[in-house]
């Protein structure tokens, strides 16, 4: 069985990282807000449940302040050229990775994550800020090169405008991190709504980035009730484009308030991802990458192999290896070095994850190891495995962004690829095989951003990745991705 939080360990403290948790604030048009007439939340160490801070709240009229910041920036965006982009960007990355150690934990207290996967998120950032900072320099006119015509034509990149980002709390610097490398480096102001639960991350890149010689406007910062932030937002005409990371409802949300004003967005929303393991596969390496992969994060990762399909010939045998995988997992505290599983990021998460797995085996899947909260402090659940889930079930139905992994057969390809691409989520996919046919037929055949193949390595700084179906359009990363912040606005010349 598993490791259970060790006894006496559930409340780490600040002086172990000796690094105080800051004064939590906004940024708004180059000042830190640290309060508002509006109601502060709480900030809450899921690991042990004790409030880091309180976080203030934007007003409606704090909200028209960022607004206004932001117009008056991009107002004189032409002054703000692409080698200063470049320099901001490169600077900020300098500061971030000096900053790396205390990052990293500040995203541990908020989120719980182990520490080495925050700090991995720290370089991450790093590696896109110097990514972008150099494709600032790749926007330049483009002579369409029609000598059949006296008319000289040029596609000229001019940046979109102000955009509205908003991030969710899973990722809490990698996913406001990206949207500012592409934003920023196209030349566009950034309003940022980040996520309440994890707002120290975002704060960290406002400063290094308010450090590195951002202008003021570029960059407003805000926290508060996201409904009445993002109508507010979306309705005003300074906004021109709007990116968000986040839930499904909440991108469909959204979407309707852009189309009010016919503004283009970018929606990176949730997925439900099928992993599909056939007989002919390395059966050890698909089973120890995929529960690592699943349970990173305590399964809070949009793009987690998130249903695992087994054809039957090799379904003991992955049982097997993907139970010695999770069963060795040590579930604590993330600033404890021997942690492998954090805790779940806020109380509703857990409850939640308790109801997913009790209508789970309502309609008949077992649980084969875990199942249960831990006892204690803090937002711990067990890594659970469960068998023979029905399709109707909330398991395989829905995002469940918990620590948990159903495992079902598959007797042959077509079938496989038929549960694969049976919901309406299209984000990522995963196959093991060693039959290049096979994998020729599935990257055509599945309904999926990304296809990953004997590897759950996702994405990187260089990678242009979107979803399909529900999962969202407009892409995040690579080149790709900063072209969603620029508009080629053509220029014919007689």
């Keep these: 069985m598993h490791n259970a939080k ?10 172990e990282t000796g690094s105080a948790y800051p004064t939590l604030g906004m940024y708004i048009d180059g000042e830190l807000i640290e309060s508002s007439s509006a109601a502060p939340r709480e900030v809450i160490n899921p690991a042990d449940e004790t409030v880091l801070g309180l976080l203030p709240s934007a007003t409606p009229e704090l909200l028209e302040k960022a607004l206004q910041s932001a117009e008056r920036a991009f107002g004189s965006w032409p002054r703000f050229l692409p080698e200063r982009r470049k320099e901001v960007l490169e600077r900020a990355a300098y500061i971030l990775a000096e900053r790396e150690p205390s990052i990293a934990v500040r995203i541990v207290q908020e989120q719980g994550k182990p520490l080495s996967q925050a700090k991995l998120e720290v370089a991450r950032v790093v590696d896109l800020f110097r990514y972008y900072a150099q494709l600032a320099l790749e926007l330049r006119d ?3 090169g029609d000598n059949r015509h006296p008319i000289r034509r040029l596609s000229k990149p001019v940046p979109i405008g102000v955009v509205a980002a908003f991030t969710a709390w899973n990722f809490p610097l990698v996913l406001p991190g990206r949207k500012l490398a592409m934003a920023i480096a196209a030349g566009c102001p950034v309003i940022l709504k980040a996520a309440e639960e994890t707002p120290g991350a975002a704060i960290e890149l406002a400063r290094a980035l308010q450090e590195a010689g951002l202008p003021n406007g570029y960059l407003n910062l805000i926290f508060g009730n996201p409904a009445e932030i993002s109508k507010q937002l979306i309705a005003s005409s300074v906004v021109r484009k709007i990116s968000l990371t986040g839930s499904i409802p909440v991108g469909k949300s959204l979407a309707r308030l852009a189309a009010e004003g016919m503004k283009p967005a970018s929606m990176e929303l949730g997925g439900h991802s099928a992993a599909l393991v056939f007989a002919d596969a390395d059966i050890d390496a698909a089973a120890n990458q995929l529960a690592a992969s699943k349970f990173a994060n305590a399964g809070q990762v949009c793009t987690a192999p998130s249903r695992l399909f087994i054809e039957k010939p090799a379904y003991d045998r992955f049982l097997d290896a993907f139970l010695r995988k999770v069963q060795s997992l040590k579930i604590g505290n993330g600033l404890h070095a021997d942690t492998d599983l954090g805790p779940l990021t806020h109380a509703r998460r857990i409850d939640a994850t308790v109801a997913v797995v009790g209508d789970a ?22 890594p659970t495995v469960l068998c023979e889930a029905a399709p109707e079930s909330l398991l395989m139905r829905d995002e469940y962004f918990a620590p948990l992994a159903p495992l079902n057969r598959f007797d042959n390809e077509m079938q496989a690829v038929g549960m694969a691409n049976a919901l309406p989520y299209g984000l990522a996919a995963y196959v093991y095989t060693q039959s290049r046919e096979r994998i020729e037929r599935l990257v055509e055949n599945l309904d999926a951003g990304g296809v990953f193949v004997n590897t759950t390595a996702t994405v990187t700084e260089f990678t242009p990745f979107c979803g399909v179906k529900e999962s969202g359009y407009g892409y995040e990363g690579g080149r790709r991705g900063l072209d969603t912040f620029v508009h080629y606005r053509l220029v014919n010349t007689g």
């Design 6 to 15: 060790p006894a006496g360990r559930q409340n780490a403290t600040i002086a």
């Design 142 to 144: 483009a002579d369409l």
């Design 361 to 382: 085996t309502a309609r008949g899947a077992r649980i084969i190891t875990g199942g249960n909260r831990v006892e204690g402090q803090g937002y711990f659940f067990e």
